[in-house]
């Protein structure tokens, strides 16, 4: 089985952007890798292709008429338990666009204007870590007090009560907890759990954490687990 076949079998991938040389260029190369490849033009046909069958990933313009990709990745973290992985597209070179995109539940993002190959690499990059390929079979689930992470269901229970992450994030935290007490830079976390740092805003590390703080900590502020050892990284404490 060739890895282009094996991606291929995790389902298609969703293409949405209003501008036709965009979503053309975009769909030829992730073709030519053996990808699936649905696309839609504007929100409200994203929005219907998304409720009529769920994609692998989605690949989404901020920028789109009658409803914006921002408010997709709202409605898509909103349905409880979906987590299907999202990598924004955005000509805005503003920090807090790409901020509140990654806090609304996005996993990675791409500045137009863009290599197709390089995007053809995060889309690989995700779906291997969102999706388990190439993944340790022979790991066990973790229980540390009030938190409780298992890798083959990748169901995270905190004080008893199941709770809902997105892909990326149990990956980040499943890495944290599988390393106890170590600490790392933001960069080794892109690398170990992103797959790759390079074109990468090291903000992207920061807002997954204060995500993942307000789903398992009891006051987020002032966390137990998730750690910052200011001046170098993140690490957690089992307690």
Do not use: C
């Amino acid at each position: 089985m060739t890895l282009n076949q094996t991606f291929s079998e995790y389902g298609d991938i969703l293409v949405v952007d209003d501008e036709a040389s965009v979503v053309e260029v975009v769909a030829l190369y992730l073709k030519r890798e053996g990808f699936t490849v649905r696309v839609a033009r504007d929100g409200r046909s994203a929005l219907s292709a998304i409720h009529e069958q769920v994609p692998a990933l989605v690949v989404l313009d901020l920028m789109l008429p009658e409803v914006d990709g921002l408010e997709i990745v709202r409605r898509l973290r909103d349905d409880a338990g979906s987590d299907v992985p999202v990598i924004m597209l955005t000509a805005r070179r503003q920090e807090t666009d790409r901020i509140y995109g990654l806090e609304l539940g996005a996993d990675d993002y791409v500045t137009k204007p863009f290599s197709p190959a390089e995007l053809v690499s995060r889309v690989k990059a995700v779906l291997r870590r969102t999706r388990g390929i190439g993944g340790d079979k022979g790991e066990r689930p973790l229980q540390y007090h009030d938190l409780s992470i298992d890798p083959k269901t990748r169901i995270v229970t905190v004080r008893g009560e199941s709770i809902d992450l997105t892909a990326t994030e149990f990956n980040l935290l499943w890495f944290m907890v599988s390393h106890p007490r170590q600490v790392f830079k933001r960069d080794q976390l892109l690398e170990n759990v992103w797959g790759f740092s390079e074109y990468v805003d090291p903000s992207t590390v920061t807002v997954h954490i204060r995500r993942l703080r307000e789903k398992i900590e009891v006051d987020p502020s002032d966390p137990t687990h998730l750690l910052t050892v200011w001046g170098v990284g993140y690490k957690f404490d089992p307690g």
